[in-house]
C-alpha cells in the first residue's frame, strides 16, 4: 500500500472549501491548525464546538435556535441541537450561490429525453406537489412513499414531503413486490407515488402488475399517484391520480413546515439478506449537518460543480446525492443501465453534463479496468476534478487505473460509511494526498477507530470498525422500536457505549484507512483474520473470472476450518485443475499460503442484494444446513436463483459425509 498517486495543489487552501471553513475558524473562533489530523482531532474531542461551527458556517436556516448543542454525549441517545426547528428542504431549496436561471438538476435517462431543470423551477415543482400532498390530506409524520427510479420527480416528491414534516421512504422499482412490502409494511405510508415501469438499456421492463400488488398489500394507503414514466399517454392505475394531477397549478406559496432537528425525514432500509429490512429513521437535522459538511469540507462541492454519483433510490448514496443543491451544487440524475450500450456510457455522460465529480462503485471501476477501458480516449473528461468511489473496498489497481485511464489531476476518494449514518465516515479530503488501495481519512466529526480482539484501540493492525463518539447522521431510531431495543442490539450490543460498525478496517500512522470486509463474513484461519476484500481483488484480477465469493466454514474442534471458494468464470470456461492451480498460486504469492483455500468450485452466479453487495453471510448459513428460505430473504436480491446452487452443493457435501467409507 501506500505509492502516492495525487498531492494537493500548493494553493489548495486558497482554492478549498475547507481551506476557507479554517479561515472561518481562525477569524469567528480563534481557532488555528496545523494540518488535518489536528483539525479532525478537534472535531471529535471537541463535539459540541466542532459541530456548532459547521451550523454557523454554513448559516443554516432555523426557525427557533437551539438551546445547546448536544446534551449528554453518551450513546445511545445523545439528543443534538434541542430546541432547534428547521427544515430540511427549506436548507436545500435556498441553494447558496445559485440564481434562479441556474440548471440545478439535469436528468438523464434510457426512458426518455433527457430533463434539466433550474433553480426556480425547482421550487416551483416542489412548490405544486407540496400543495397536491396538502390536498391529499398530507401532514406532518405521515409517510409519502415512492416506487420510482432516479428521476426529477423522485426528487421533487422527497423535498415536497419533507417541506411538510412528512417522511419520505423510496424503493426502486427494480425491488420485486415482496422486497417492497417487506419494507412499507412495517411505516405504513399514506401515499404511494410509483411508475409504470422503466427501461433498462434498450428492455422495457412493466412495473404495473408490481404496483397493483404493492397497493393490496399496503391497507394503510389512502392515495396512489401514477407517473407515467414508460409509456408517456398511459393513464394511472385505476382509482390513482396522474403525476400532472397532483402538480396541478395552485397559487399556494412554498412554505416550510419548522420541525424539531431529530423529526423524521425519511427511512432507508438494512439490505435485508436476513430477515425483515431494519428501518432506519433519519432526522432532519442531522442529515442537514452531516450532508453540508462532508459535501462541501469533504468533496469540496460547490456552486461551480457538477455532481454526478451513480446509484438508485434504493441506495443510500442517492439520498446523499440529492442533498448537493444545499451546498450549491448542480446534481445529475442517471437512471438505466450503466453498461448500456458499453461501460463508456457513464463517461461519455460525464462529458454531456460536463460533470465535475463522478461519483460510482469499486465494482464499477473494476469492471471498466478489467475491460481495457481508457475513460480519457473515449470522452473529454477535462471538467472532472473529482472521483468517488464506494459500496465494497477499491483496491490498489482499481486507485492506478483510475489514474492511469481516468485523469492524472482529480482527486480520487475512495469512501466507507452506509446507510446507518447516510454518509461515509472514512474518506477522502482536498488537504491529504492520496495513497494507492488507502481511504484518506476519518471523516471531521468521525471518531473512527479500530479495535482489536479484546476491545482495544489498536493502530497499523485489523480491528474491528468502531465509532466511539456520536454523530448528528446516527438514527433517531428504528421505525416501531419504541423502546430503543432493536437499535441498541445493532450497534452497541458488543461493545456498551461504542457503536460496531461490522467491518474490519486497519488505520494506519498517518490516519489512512483500509477495509476489508464485513467482520461477520470473516475468514478465521488458525487464529489469524483475514477480509474478504483483498481476496476478491486477486480472484477477480483473473481474466478468467467474473465473479467470486469466499466463505470460511469454521472447525468446532478449533482446526483450521474450511475455506471454500465459488468463481463465475467468463462465458464458454469451465474449471479445471490448471485454473485451479493458477488461482491458487495468485492467492498465495499476493496474499500468503493461508488464503489458498482448500477448495475452488464453479457457480453460474454469486448472490447480491439489490445494491449489489455480495452475500456471503447467508451463504455460508446455507453451506452449514439453514435452509435457503431462512438463510435469505430472496425478495432483498437481484438473483434469488442462484441460492439454489449452495443449497444443491451443501445437500451433496452432506451425504458425501454421511456415506461409511469402505473398509
Known sequence: MGDVLWTPPADVLQRSRIGNYLRWLREHRGLDFADYDELWRWSVEDLAAFWRSVWDHFEVVAHTPPTATLTDPAMPGTRWFPGATLNY??????????????????????????????????REQVRRVAAGLRRLGVVAGDRVAAYAPNIPETYVLLLATSSLGAIFSSCAPEFGTRSVTDRWQQIEPKVLVAVDGYRYGDKPVDRRGEVAAIRAALPSLEHTVG???????????????????????????????????????????????????????????????????????????????????????????????????????????????????????????????????????????LACRKAGLVPSEIADLAALRGVGSTGAPLPAEGF??????????????????????????????????????????????????????????????????????????????FWNDPDGRRYREAYFEVYPGVWRHGDWITINERGGCVITGRSDATLNRGGVRLGTAEFYSVVEGLDEVVDSVVVHLEDDEGGAG?????????????????????????LRTALSPRHVPDEIHQVRAVPRTLSAKKLEVPVKKILTGTPVDSAAAKGALVNPESLTAFATFAQRRASDHDTPTPA
Open 400 to 477: 492506478t487505473w483510475v489514474y492511469e485511464t481516468v485523469g492524472q489531476n482529480l482527486q480520487l476518494q475512495s469512501l466507507s460509511g452506509g446507510t446507518d449514518v447516510c454518509t461515509g465516515f472514512v474518506g477522502g479530503v482536498p488537504l491529504l494526498p492520496v495513497h494507492a488501495g488507502e481511504i484518506t481519512c476519518r471523516a471531521l466529526g468521525a471518531k473512527v477507530e479500530a479495535r482489536s480482539a479484546d476491545g482495544t484501540p489498536v493502530i497499523g493492525e485489523l480491528g474491528e470498525l468502531v465509532i466511539t463518539a456520536p454523530m448528528p447522521s446516527m438514527p433517531v431510531g
Open 89 to 122: 428542504a427549506e436548507n436545500v431549496l435556498r441553494m447558496p450561490g445559485r440564481s434562479d436561471d441556474d440548471p440545478v438538476v439535469i436528468a438523464h435517462g434510457q426512458t426518455r429525453a433527457p430533463v434539466t431543470l433550474t433553480a426556480a423551477q425547482l
Open 227 to 365: 407517473i407515467a414514466y414508460l409509456d408517456p399517454a398511459g393513464a394511472p392505475p385505476a382509482g390513482a391520480l396522474g403525476w400532472d394531477e397532483l402538480a396541478a397549478a395552485t397559487d399556494e406559496p412554498l412554505t416550510f413546515t419548522p420541525v424539531p432537528f431529530d423529526h423524521p425525514l425519511y427511512v432507508l432500509y438494512s439490505s435485508g439478506t436476513t430477515g425483515l429490512p431494519k428501518p432506519i429513521v433519519h432526522g432532519h437535522g442531522g442529515i442537514l449537518l452531516e450532508h453540508l459538511k462532508m459535501l462541501a469540507l469533504h468533496h469540496d462541492l460547490g456552486p461551480a460543480d457538477r455532481f454526478f454519483w451513480f446509484t438508485t433510490t434504493g441506495w443510500m448514496m442517492w439520498n446523499f446525492l440529492v442533498s448537493a443543491p444545499a451546498v450549491g451544487a448542480t446534481i445529475v440524475l442517471f437512471d438505466g443501465n450503466p453498461g448500456h450500450p458499453d461501460l463508456g456510457a457513464l463517461w461519455r455522460l460525464a462529458e454531456e453534463t460536463q460533470t465535475t465529480y463522478f461519483g460510482t462503485s469499486a465494482p464499477f471501476l
Open 562 to 586: 474450511e475455506l471454500l471458494l465459488f468463481v463465475v468464470l467468463a462465458e464458454g470456461l469451465e474449471l479445471d485443475d490448471a485454473l485451479r492451480r493458477k488461482i491458487c498460486r495468485e
